[in-house]
């Protein structure tokens, strides 16, 4: 097969995934609409805008140096280095900063809890916890993409999709909970996607850390990140 047509059967079956997370935010626009207030509906469209940051901002744009080191490195040894070291940053720096806006939550809430819209410390822990699944999902499925795993790719979208549209479903229409259901719809594809996700990138992602590889892996991606600081505020 040539180039050029990899390429573009590359492009038509990434762009087919994004097609289906598309599809998924159309479908379930009209659900989201009719049973939320416009003030709970700007809270799920503020978590969505927050996303980048977790996937992207808070572990300084690790994914995209560590696709280019992985690449790179001769050995099989060398690539789960690199790939190990990446997602425990990942783990560490999403897990830390977390943490922090749950205890700045609590002060707020504490001090008056009108300040955050009387949201819930359930609600938040549960939102917290599928952002940070997703943020693990996205580094993971990055590997994918640069292993050239295409068709996993797909399933991976499809399975996410269909557990955000099964879990509004359940969750909002059958249960009726709410923003709760909103963000348990979202733990739970966000969980799942990214175990199918790790399931592949599993052999590469040890228990290994190495503090030398993470500058070097830093000092590639910190200009990107600050290259895309504006596209993402």
């Known amino acids: 097969m040539s180039v050029i047509k990899k390429g573009v059967k590359d492009s038509l079956i990434y762009g087919a ?14 659900l989201l609409t009719h049973m939320f207030t416009p003030r ?12 980048p ?25 060398g690539k789960i280095s690199y ?45 917290l916890a599928a952002l940070f699944f997703d943020s693990l999902y996205y580094y993971a499925v990055n590997i994918i993409r640069w292993q ?12 996410i999709t269909g557990f955000v549209i099964l879990g509004f479903l359940f969750f909002l229409l059958f249960l009726h909970l709410g923003l709760r259901g909103v963000f348990l719809s ?5 969980f799942i996607g990214f175990l199918v996700a790790f399931f592949k990138v599993m052999p590469l992602c040890k228990f ?18 600050l290259n895309n600081i504006p596209s993402i505020v």
């Open 17 to 30: 995934g994004l097609l289906l997370v598309k599809l998924s935010s159309i479908i379930t626009l009209p």
């Open 40 to 51: 709970q509906y700007a809270i799920i469209g503020l978590v969505l805008l927050f996303m």
């Open 53 to 77: 940051f977790t996937r992207f901002m808070f572990p300084l744009e690790i994914s995209q140096a560590v696709t280019v080191f992985f690449v790179d490195a001769k050995t099989i040894k």
């Open 83 to 127: 790939c190990s070291t990446g997602f425990w940053f990942t783990v560490l720096a999403n897990a830390s900063i977390f943490i922090v806006i749950f205890l700045v939550f609590s002060m707020l809430n504490f001090m008056h809890s009108s300040l955050i819209g009387g949201i819930g410390y359930l609600n938040v822990l549960i939102l």
């Open 148 to 159: 050239e795993q295409k068709y996993y790719y797909i399933i991976n979208t499809l399975v």
């Open 186 to 190: 979202w733990l739970l594809a966000w």
């Open 208 to 225: 290994y850390f190495s503090s030398k590889k993470l500058k070097k892996m830093v000092f590639s991606s910190f200009p990107l990140l």
